[in-house]
């Protein structure tokens, strides 16, 4: 029969306060490097929307998750939105969004696509091919209707295909 003594009590709660300080420095603190993005799940992750549409229309947007969504936001020209969550323990985080603009839905000025605005596999792996984003800021592409692009502070990016169809 097994035993529980005073001195593995003791050794429980010294591991067990150990872990609950541990996890709110973490928390609380402004150090950035801490832990590296993309390592650990449930980081911090904070997604940023600019309308940057050429024609200067109104930006609307519906963006949700398997578990959340955000309804849908009117976001002005040259206005940003954002929203912020944290990655799951399983590493499947995703949202998606549609995004549609000039009021009159089937006209020949009007614009429709969705992506994939967050996924753990582009935006949070360290070994994949873009860096890991804590702040992810997307922009549409001036150029191209259907390109919406992720901008880093420097104004570097990358630019992905938006698709047509949900």
């Known amino acids: 029969m097994v035993s529980i003594t005073n001195s593995h009590f003791i050794l429980l709660f010294l591991i067990f306060s150990t872990f609950i300080v541990f996890t709110l420095a973490l928390d609380l603190s402004d150090v950035a490097a801490e832990a590296p993005d993309g390592l650990l799940p449930l980081s911090k992750k904070h997604v940023v929307i600019r309308?940057?549409?050429?024609?200067?229309?109104?930006?609307?947007i519906h963006c949700k998750s398997s578990e959340d969504d955000l309804g849908h936001i009117r976001l002005k020209h040259g206005h940003t939105w954002g929203f912020r969550f944290r990655v799951?323990?399983?590493?499947?985080?995703?949202?998606?969004?549609?995004?549609?603009?000039?009021?009159?839905?089937?006209?020949?000025?009007?614009?429709?696509?969705?992506?994939?605005?967050?996924?753990?596999?582009?935006?949070?792996?360290?070994?994949?091919?873009?860096?890991?984003?804590?702040?992810?800021?997307?922009?549409?592409?001036?150029?191209?209707?259907?390109?919406?692009?992720?901008?880093?502070?420097?104004?570097?990016?990358?630019?992905?295909?938006?698709?047509?169809?949900?």
């Open 51 to 60: 309308n940057t549409v050429t024609n200067g229309e109104v930006l609307n």
């Open 88 to 166: 799951n323990f399983s590493l499947s985080t995703y949202f998606r969004c549609h995004f549609w603009w000039n009021s009159v839905p089937g006209g020949p000025n009007y614009y429709s696509y969705w992506f994939d605005i967050f996924t753990v596999y582009r935006d949070d792996n360290p070994l994949g091919k873009y860096p890991v984003c804590e702040e992810c800021i997307w922009e549409m592409y001036e150029l191209r209707q259907n390109y919406i692009c992720r901008i880093n502070r420097d104004k570097s990016g990358w630019c992905f295909r938006m698709d047509i169809e949900p």
